[in-house]
């Protein structure tokens, strides 16, 4: 009888674990093939075309959805001589934004022009010394505490002696490679008539004041650091796609995944929710800021340079990958968690079969011992 009952005992817990093994992979096989469908993969165009004799391969994958790196060279060599040129980089998460504004007021020939006090994230700086300046008029240094510097009409030179001065005070700084290659370029020129983005350039009037001026640039930079940010993020997300590449083929053909411990998973989960949190909490790409509230004709510059630098668009295509990223890295999730129940529950089986061997022994030999007492010859008096 208790024979019997090993044996039903043993074939249900071999039936259940090859039942849940055929459910577990029949599901992850099911949803790995829509996850991999699609996450986007670089495609052979990509990789074969080049950008002044120079292939794509030697410069970070550019997300689709942005304006590509050649355009930009083509654009920079056309450019008319007598429009100015506003360039924009991220070079860190942040800065130390306060201790960055006392250094850059101690430089000569920088001064501080006040911006609203709602404007809590930017300095603006007048630069007054001729030499740093591209062409003749004004040139300007926007500082941003999200770790971005927009510079009007400054020269090369000033620019990298700007961008070197600001390094002790970055807050997870990018890498240098990112930071020459993610970066905005705009022409601009001052007219006669109304402020206006007008065919991929910014036409100031002339004729407003200088103050007036400056929250036009401002509105501009803003716009344009938010599509360089975005970029950096961009490619964080790349390398959060190819990290989990292999796991949709893994479990398509049934193997382990490459991610066997809950620490590393979860470690993938926090990077994945961290760029969500970027661009969805933290800065809300896809709001409009409030310190354009009250400021209409600044919320439609804002917005019109936004619209042209494909923000809307490229936060909407960032959140469904970041969705499917989370949705893979949580079925694997899943799937360790139920690997690890099936291995306590077998545990389990374990230790039931091993107490109804000692029970069959004490059983059995319960009557034998029984015998030895009986036979046992007694001790004459």
């Not at 060279?73 to 201790?99: G, H, R, W």
């Not at 430089?107 to 809590?120: A, K, W």
């Not at 997870?172 to 402020?195: C, K, Q």
């Amino acid at each position: 009888m208790l024979a019997k009952s090993l044996m039903s005992l043993t074939q249900s817990a071999v039936t259940f674990r090859t039942l849940t093994r055929y459910t577990n992979h029949h599901y992850l096989w099911k949803m790995s093939s829509v996850v991999f469908r699609s996450i986007h993969l670089p495609s052979k165009r990509t990789q074969k075309s080049n950008v002044g004799g120079q292939s794509l391969q030697d410069f970070p994958r550019r997300p689709k959805t942005r304006k590509p790196f050649g355009l930009q060279v083509k654009q920079q060599l056309q450019s008319p001589q007598d429009e100015n040129i506003c360039f924009t980089f991220a070079t860190a998460e942040e800065y130390m934004f306060d201790d960055l504004r006392n250094i850059l007021c101690s430089l000569e020939g920088c001064i501080e022009v006040h911006l609203p006090e709602d404007i809590t994230h930017a300095y603006c700086f007048k630069i007054t010394n001729k030499t740093y300046l591209k062409r003749n008029g004004d040139g300007f240094v926007y500082i941003f505490r999200e770790g971005a510097l927009s510079f009007w009409n400054i020269n090369d030179q000033h620019t990298k002696d700007i961008m070197e001065l600001v390094k002790p005070f970055q807050v997870e700084p990018y890498s240098a490679v990112l930071i020459e290659h993610e970066n905005e370029r705009m022409d601009y020129r001052f007219v006669a008539g109304h402020t206006k983005f007008q065919k991929n350039n910014f036409l100031l009037c002339k004729s407003n004041e200088v103050e007036k001026q400056v929250l036009e640039m401002y509105a501009f930079a803003n716009a344009l650091v938010l599509s360089v940010k975005l970029a950096h993020w961009e490619h964080k997300l790349d390398n959060v796609i190819d990290s989990i590449q292999i796991l949709p083929h893994e479990l398509m053909t049934g193997l382990q995944p490459s991610y066997k411990s809950s620490k590393s998973i979860m470690k993938k989960i926090g990077e994945v929710f961290h760029i969500r949190h970027k661009v969805n909490l933290q800065y809300s790409l896809g709001e409009v800021p409030d310190v354009y509230w009250d400021r209409e004709e600044l919320e439609t510059l804002f917005v019109q340079t936004t619209q042209f630098l494909n923000i809307p668009r490229r936060v909407k295509i960032m959140n469904e990958k970041l969705s499917y990223c989370a949705h893979m890295v949580e079925l694997v999730k899943s799937h360790l968690g139920e690997q690890k129940s099936i291995r306590i529950e077998l545990l389990i089986v374990l230790l039931i079969l091993i107490e109804v061997i000692f029970e069959i022994i004490h059983y059995y030999a319960t009557p034998f011992y029984k015998k030895v007492v009986e036979v046992k010859p007694t001790k004459k008096p």
